[in-house]
Structures are given as C-alpha cells and as structure tokens.
C-alpha cells in the first residue's frame, strides 16, 4: 500500500499563491503518476493536474497558466503551485497516485484550500 500526506493549504486573498505538497510513502512503484484533484461540496471531483515519473503532464483548462505541477522522484513527492488564485479555486485538494496496477491507486486525506477577496 501507497501513503499520501499533504501539506500546503490555507487562506488566501485572490491573486495570492499557494504551493501544495504530497508525499508518498510505503510500496512505491518507480513507474507511476501522481497529481491534483480538487472537490467542492455538491460537485464532483475533477482534475486538475497530474504528472508521470517521467515528467509528462496534464493540465485542467481552469489552472492552465496559472498552476504548476512538479515532482522528485527520489522523494516521491509532487508539488503544485498554485499562482493568481481565484476565489473559484476554493476546494479541497487531494493528491493522488496510481502504480502500473489498478489495485494501486491511493488517495491523500485532503487538505483546504480558501481563496477569499
């Protein structure tokens, strides 16, 4: 099993930045792909980024240009810095890794994000 703890959140002002932290630890696989999903009450959870050990990203539309997505493998740790927050960015962010198998996917306990005016 894969264990994530996250670190970063708080309270900030719109146009301020944040920078997420996720490590993981336990029956890493070398081969994997971590990122950022983010949930408000009453919608779904959705993307926002994700990053492979071989660096090849993605980006939700929302956060492109905006945020950043970086990892170190030999930490297995994935970074997200958020930059020119918005008060829609307002969620609970949760980092997620996934090895080559499905029964590997883990999940962090989230950690607050608020972006007030």
């Known amino acids: 099993q894969v264990q994530l703890v996250e670190s970063g959140g708080g309270l900030v002002q719109t146009g301020g930045s944040l920078r997420l932290s996720c490590a993981a630890s336990?029956?890493?696989?070398?081969?994997?792909?971590m990122g950022w999903y983010r949930q408000v009450p009453g919608k779904q959870r959705e993307l926002v980024a994700i990053?492979?050990?071989?660096?090849?990203?993605n980006y939700a539309d929302s956060v492109k240009g905006r945020f950043a997505i970086s990892r170190d493998n030999a930490k297995n740790t994935v970074y997200l810095q958020m930059n020119s927050l918005e008060p829609e960015d307002t969620a609970v962010y949760y980092c997620?890794?996934?090895?080559?198998?499905?029964?590997?996917?883990?999940w962090g306990q989230g950690t607050q994000v608020t972006v007030s005016s």
């Open positions: 997620r890794y996934t090895g080559r198998l499905r029964e590997s996917i883990s």
């Open positions: 336990g029956s890493v696989d070398s081969f994997n792909t």
């Open positions: 990053i492979s050990s071989g660096w090849y990203t």
